[in-house]
């Protein structure tokens, strides 16, 4: 069984920055994909920014230029540096991992940390 733990929202003004990380434990044996994922009450949860074991990112047209995604692979940690928030940037937001583990495929999902943005 692999555990994601977000860590890092909270209430910020519009304008601001907040920086999320997220860690994956368990018995894994690789990890190609980790993401950050959104959701607003009443909407979809939707993709924020995803990192893959390359390096290579992609990110959603809302937060370009204002969020970065990090990943540290020898932690299995990953990290989404937000910029210039706006309130429509308020949101839970989740992490997600997905890899081997155990011989099988794993994606796995943290429990959300609120983000608020207001002022």
């Known amino acids: 069984q692999v555990q994601v733990v977000e860590s890092g929202g909270g209430l910020v003004q519009p304008g601001g920055s907040l920086r999320l990380s997220c860690a994956a434990s368990?018995?894994?044996?690789?990890?190609?994909?980790m993401g950050w994922y959104r959701q607003a009450p009443g909407k979809q949860r939707e993709l924020v920014a995803e990192?893959?074991?390359?390096?290579?990112?992609n990110y959603a047209d809302s937060v370009k230029g204002r969020f970065t995604i990090s990943r540290d692979n020898a932690n299995n940690s990953v990290y989404l540096q937000m910029t210039s928030l706006k309130p429509e940037d308020t949101a839970v937001y989740y992490c997600?991992?997905?890899?081997?583990?155990?011989?099988?495929?794993?994606?796995?999902w943290g429990q959300g940390t609120q983000v608020t943005v207001s002022s």
């Open positions: 368990g018995s894994i044996f690789s990890i190609y994909g």
């Open positions: 990192i893959l074991t390359g390096g290579s990112a």
């Open positions: 997600n991992a997905r890899g081997y583990a155990r011989g099988s495929v794993f994606n796995s």
